[in-house]
């Protein structure tokens, strides 16, 4: 943001004051301070159809609202509760576009049946559901395991809808219920529905560790809220957001996993209007240590109590019981990561601005004389002429198409800004045609709604309408974005929307869309419905055969099917680098793997220190662009003396190499839901010690990461989990075991710890070239890290990095190359795949091969064994195969004999 509007929000600013704390919330606060008020499923009103079962819920007074619980399961073990009023006077807000499935449509049996209780039972049985009746309780069983009850803490509450009293609302200004109208600072909110809220708990059996629920400052583990804030879920422009806050940021995944040894379970709570969890763990603090002689007969607990200003209570119980059928769970729902073209894994230089053309090319220019590859060059806000989006500032960029030819001439790529709001220029076509269209929000009297941002006076685009969205995309279309070329990508930014001077930097909630509903009632889409927009917009541009690449700064549960996001402004400080990996861990499991933070930080100069290190951890995380903010120093990789140029282009060089196994991690991710950063819980998920490790995690099941986040480090505690485990540096190859104590490894500037685990198979180039497209020109390794039986294996996953031949004419290849009892063996892993690829493997790197090889042999269907000559490093236990040129496409045996 310009520097002259902005008060930083850092501890004891008055920018603080910008941003509600939980007590300053209304809803919050009635739903806390509530009725508490009991329920009883009437269920003599039960009704079991082929979608679920309704059941009314009656409550104790007659003021309150009757209830209509609505209970369905899918097959692969996901439970959804819906409560609605049994008879509203008018319908609540239902979140679309957010489920790409609702696969819900398990039949029930019912079980026992009794006054106080039924019991319901699908699919094969072992889990069942039970209605209490009063008071009212909802429990999901694994047997006669507990997993989850709803209403345990009978917190359910929702507020009714009321006719308004009056017609003229702001004759209620004496009323200091607040029901009607609230104000916060100088911001006036008119509800034109009145209280809406809705609120329930849930009790977890048996947890003490819950995740998830992205955007915070915050511990991957997240906190017991007793003392201090609740966790909101209100996407908001936070300007150098405070640490370990539990201010809501840019966006929102109203999704919880709680983990314990032999399960882990994920919660959705569908809701995009503002939300607040609240979360307790029993026994904690002092009930902990009052337990603690009778520990055993204490039940561990956790419970959760969300609440939301508007909508339907809308849960969606994923019962596991693993992680990855959790991660695969939730992308049944909510859909799966999108396969990102290859060139946006590589890295991406991004400044706001770039001054112009000149320096974009010099820029270019520089990554070639320093022999740093990189794919992507970004233009911020400055591009454009006079912050009109789809336009270009004449003076700066006058042949835009040439820029875009010059960088395209190496194979690099554009990534433009495009923000949600408009510049109100009645001048403008691009702005009449969208006040023409209809395409604005508008104010609550029905003018369209005026707010401000970097062009000043704007109007927001109304992306709830697809009327407003297929406008939107179309402006992407190439004859109608003039300038751009399909090398040019898009960057949506200020999209939860930021306003300037608007209440707490966004709209106003009584703002109108599509439809007539409140802008309360969808906020934390907005960001989500732009790129969902955008992104159309991109594919449509390539008839539908090319990968789009969208950078959204808000998201919700979902956006993993459009975009990549990253964690907004940032600082470049030592604790903003260490908190980016719990931020970036929990995307991860929230879904939303393409995730990554401003490598440097934002805000601020970094030392060159800093700066490496975070070019280290950056380049460890899925999405990887530095980054920096206007006014500060210029800070391209080469500016900081050579030994820093050295070390950083170390690190993106050997990202590139990586590129092969992120790739295949993305592929797995698109077709398992495994996120490619994993927390280290999810590969080890019965090591108790590990679950609030959030320093280190692993990059697919194969690496462990341990970036440098501290100052100074002379030595990095590292935890290599696992007992009978093998784990290997990737440097040296010095063998480590796990499951032991931590590993105070020395490290110096230049170290970036990294381990592989035993018994995978990690791919790399053996060349970086000078971006993503010459990659295919360069062979590949293999690196096998033996385990303690002597057995590796892993995938590769190939196709052509860009368009969607992969999935519509199944033009990709997926082979597994596994080394089992001295044969190393590379076969076909998906029968469908056809990608025909001229790839080879030059070398295969064996770690932990305990002794020297007699005789080594190549053999391929149909032809004569070819010795193969062999490295064998004694003291490293390495065994290394080079100059092999063999096809990675073709089936082959390499066999070991000692
Ligand atoms: C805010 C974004 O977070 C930042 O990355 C960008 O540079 C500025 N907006 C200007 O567009």
């Given at each position: 943001m310009a520097q002259e509007t902005i008060v930083s929000?850092?501890?004891?600013?008055?920018?603080?004051?910008q941003f509600k704390k939980c007590d300053q919330i209304l809803f919050y606060r009635r739903q806390t301070l509530g009725p508490n008020l009991q329920y009883r499923a009437?269920?003599?009103t039960l009704v079991l159809s082929e979608k679920g079962v309704r059941v009314e819920l009656e409550p104790e007074t007659q003021s309150q609202a009757r209830l209509l619980l609505f209970v369905s399961a899918s097959r692969d073990g996901t439970v959804r509760v819906q409560i609605d009023e049994l008879w509203p006077i008018k319908t609540r807000y239902r979140v679309p576009d957010v489920l790409t499935t609702e696969p819900f449509g398990e039949q029930f049996r019912v079980g026992k049946k009794t006054s106080d209780l039924v019991s319901l039972t699908w699919g094969a049985g072992h889990y069942q559901v039970k209605v209490w009746a009063w008071p009212f309780k909802l429990d999901v069983l694994c047997g006669e395991e507990e997993i989850v009850t709803f209403n345990h803490r009978e917190k359910l509450h929702v507020e009714m809808l009321q006719e308004r009293p009056s017609e003229n609302p702001e004759e209620h200004q004496e009323d200091d219920s607040n029901l009607w109208k609230e104000t916060f600072r100088q911001f006036v909110d008119i509800k034109a529905n009145g209280p809406s809220s809705v609120g329930a708990d849930v009790c977890l059996h048996g947890y003490s560790h819950v995740y998830g629920l992205p955007e915070h400052a915050d511990r991957l583990m997240l906190s017991d809220t007793r003392d201090g804030e609740a966790y909101r879920l209100y996407n908001l422009d936070v300007f150098a957001y405070d640490l370990h806050s539990r201010l809501g940021l840019y966006g929102s995944v109203p999704l919880v996993l709680a983990h314990k040894s032999d399960r882990t379970v994920g919660l959705f709570w569908l809701n995009a209007s503002e939300t607040l969890v609240d979360i307790q763990y029993c026994p904690h603090g002092k009930d902990e240590e009052a337990a603690s002689p009778v520990r055993r007969q204490v039940p561990r607990q956790t419970h959760l109590r969300w609440v939301s200003e508007s909508g339907l209570i809308d849960l969606m119980v994923m019962l596991g019981p693993s992680p990855s059928q959790v991660f695969s769970q939730y992308a049944q729902l909510t859909g799966y990561q999108a396969l990102p073209p290859l060139f946006s894994l590589g890295y991406h230089q991004s400044r706001y601005s770039y001054k112009d053309d000149a320096d974009v090319k010099a820029v270019d220019a520089g990554f070639d004389q320093h022999n740093i590859p990189y794919d992507v060059i970004w233009l911020d806000i400055d591009h454009t002429d006079g912050m009109r989006y789809f336009t270009w500032d004449p003076i700066l960029y006058p042949n835009p198409v040439g820029l875009q030819r010059h960088l395209e001439a190496r194979s690099r790529k554009l990534v433009v800004i495009s923000d949600p709001h408009i510049k109100m220029d009645p001048d403008w076509s691009l702005y009449c045609q969208a006040r023409d269209g209809g395409h604005f929000v508008k104010d609550r009297e029905g003018q369209i709604y005026q707010g401000s941002c970097w062009p000043g006076d704007s109007s927001y685009l109304d992306f709830s309408s697809p009327a407003t969205r297929a406008w939107y995309s179309q402006r992407f279309a190439l004859e109608r974005y003039t300038g751009s070329t399909p090398s040019l990508f898009v960057w949506n930014d200020m999209n939860e929307p930021s306003v300037f001077g608007g209440p707490e930097q966004t709209m106003p909630k009584d703002a109108v869309h599509h439809g007539g509903w409140e802008h309360r009632e969808q906020h934390n889409l907005y960001g989500f419905q732009q790129h969902m927009a955008t992104v159309q917009g991109l594919i449509t541009r390539s008839g539908g055969l090319e990968r789009p690449f969208v950078l959204s700064r808000s998201f919700f549960a979902g956006s993993q099917r459009f975009c990549a996001v990253w964690t907004g402004d940032n600082v470049a400080s030592w604790d903003y680098l260490n908190i980016s990996i719990p931020m970036i861990l929990s995307l991860s499991l929230a879904g939303i793997a393409f995730c990554g933070a401003d490598v440097g930080g934002f805000v601020k100069d970094p030392d060159p220190e800093l700066l490496l290190r975070w070019y280290q951890a950056g380049s460890l995380t899925p999405f990887f662009r530095g980054h920096s903010a206007q006014?500060?120093?210029?800070?391209?990789?080469?500016?900081?003396?050579d030994q820093v140029t050295d070390a950083i282009r170390c690190v993106i060089q050997e990202r590139y190499l990586l590129l092969p196994y992120w790739y295949t991690l993305f592929h797995k991710s698109h077709t398992t839901a495994m996120p490619p950063l994993r927390p280290m819980w999810v590969e080890f998920p019965r090591e108790q010690n590990i679950f609030t490790v959030d320093h280190q995690y692993m990059i697919g099941g194969a690496l462990l990461a341990c970036p440098i986040t501290e100052q100074g480090a002379t030595k990095v505690k590292v935890w290599l989990p696992g007992s009978g485990e093998v784990w290997y540096d990737i440097e040296t190859a010095q063998q480590f075991s796990g499951g032991s104590s931590l590993l105070n490894l020395p490290v110096t500037l230049d170290t970036v710890p990294v381990f592989q685990r035993g018994g995978t198979m990690v791919p790399r180039r053996t060349v970086c070239g000078s971006c993503t497209a010459d990659l295919h020109h360069y062979p590949l390794s293999l690196t096998m890290a033996l385990d303690s039986q002597g057995e590796a294996e892993g995938e590769l996953y190939l196709d052509d990095g860009y368009s969607f031949s992969y999935r519509d004419s199944n033009d990709f290849s997926l082979r597994r190359i596994s080394l089992q009892s001295d044969s190393l063996i590379c076969r076909c892993a998906n029968q469908m795949g056809l990608y025909q690829s001229d790839e080879t493997v030059y070398s295969v790197t064996i770690l932990g091969t305990r002794k020297r090889p007699a005789k080594i042999t190549l053999q391929k269907p149909g032809s004569q064994d070819i010795p193969l000559t062999f490295l064998y490093d004694k003291a490293r236990y390495t065994l290394t195969l080079e100059g092999l040129n063999i096809a990675v496409g073709k089936d082959w045996d390499i066999k070991i004999v000692f």
């Open positions: 929000v850092v501890p004891n600013d008055e920018g603080q004051q009437s269920l003599d006014f500060t120093r210029r800070r391209e990789p080469w500016l900081f003396g």
